[in-house]
């Protein structure tokens, strides 16, 4: 497996909460930032992808020509994976059709929330109905397989507030939802304000209920943020959980290759620059050792429903937290509740 991630940093609006390398102000510059990313490109010599993602931002701000001609630039594996995220703002029915016929096979829906109210609180400026027309949309185009993206644990949303979010999605029929707690991000307007900061036990209340509501659904949790319907599990998510190699194309994008891993610098105009100055866009890297490497594998394969060797793990009074499956170890729900207490048991020479 080798991936392929597209980095596209332009909003229209960029949320409270997001600490991702994004820009509400530069969409001027898309246009020669996709000439950027053919030019990145085309200076690489990278192995055929089993994936690509394009990830932001919003990578739906492109025009589908423009989408198009970035995967055309990637070669890729009979039967890869090429997902878009989509913010509901900004796509049409005709917008989702060209993106398939560009050679998009998924899309990640930026929905967040079904109730009005908590969209506000998180900045968000697209309505319920927007969610519903672009999921029809994305049925028109003909994608198999796509996401719904949620976020809980807001100040103002309540339990109420996110069952009806639940059930509203799962109405929609998706066959894949990605639902995380809200973060603090250092540096974010979120950060600045405590009174908006999201509560542990709150957050766990909703996790709770999600992943009742989404089991009973018929979506499996396959990672701890993550659920499916069987064959519907997202192949480049996978692909890291599982530390394969992937390259990360445009700014501020990540790369990793048999335990290196580096990123290239932040901004689009410096990104821009250097590549016309034909200069690399590589900003720093770290190499990281074979313990190191075990251990965070094992982390990652932690929040998995694969789980850990049963060797690589201290499980002494933490019964209710974990269950065996054969000669593996996984998280029962109780146990994704406290995943990163739990890792800290973790033994990569068990």
């Known amino acids: 497996m080798f991936g392929v991630y597209v980095h596209v940093p332009f909003c229209l609006r960029r949320c409270d909460y997001c600490a991702f390398a994004t820009w509400d102000d530069r969409g001027h510059l898309i246009d020669d930032y996709v000439a950027g990313l053919l030019r990145e490109l085309a200076t690489l010599d990278l192995a055929p992808a089993s994936s690509v993602f394009f990830g932001g931002g919003t990578p739906s ?21 090429v997902t878009v995220e989509c913010n509901p703002d900004t796509v049409d029915a005709g917008k989702l059709a060209g993106y398939r016929d560009a050679g998009a096979t998924r899309v ?22 927007n969610v519903e027309r672009a999921v029809d949309g994305i049925g028109a185009a003909g994608f198999a397989s796509w996401n719904l993206d949620l976020i809980y644990g807001s100040v103002g949303e309540s339990l109420a507030d996110w069952r ?28 600045a304000d405590p009174s908006r900061h999201p509560d542990d036990d709150d957050e766990a209340d909703k996790y709770v209920l999600a992943d009742e509501l989404l089991g009973a659904g018929g979506l499996d949790s396959y990672e ?3 659920w499916a319907r069987p064959g519907h599990e997202c192949a480049h998510n996978q692909l890291y959980w599982s530390q394969g190699d992937y390259r990360g194309i445009g700014c501020a994008a990540h790369s990793h290759q048999s335990g290196r891993r580096w990123w290239n610098v932040r901004t689009p105009e410096r990104y821009l620059a250097m590549l016309a100055a034909g200069e690399s866009v590589e900003a720093a890297g770290e190499d990281l050792d074979r313990p190191t490497q075990a251990l965070e594998g094992l982390q990652l394969a932690l929040r998995t429903r694969r789980g850990v060797p049963a060797a690589a793990l201290d499980t002494e009074g933490i019964d209710e937290l974990i269950e065996a499956r054969g000669d593996r170890l996984v998280l029962t729900r109780q146990g994704r ?14």
Request: aromatic share 2%.
């Open 337 to 350: 509740l406290l995943a990163n207490e739990v890792a800290l048991r973790l033994r990569p020479d068990g």
């Open 108 to 129: 990640s829906l930026g929905v967040q929330s079904m109730v009005p109210h908590v969209l506000a609180a998180l900045g968000r400026t697209h309505l319920p109905a």
């Open 224 to 226: 701890v943020s993550n």
């Open 61 to 81: 701000l492109l025009a589908p020509a423009q989408l198009g001609s970035v995967i055309d630039a990637i070669t890729r594996l009979p039967g890869a994976e």
């Open 164 to 191: 009806h979010t639940l059930e509203a999605a799962l109405r929609l029929s998706p066959p894949h939802v990605s639902a995380y707690g809200l973060t603090v991000e250092a540096g974010t307007p979120l950060a």
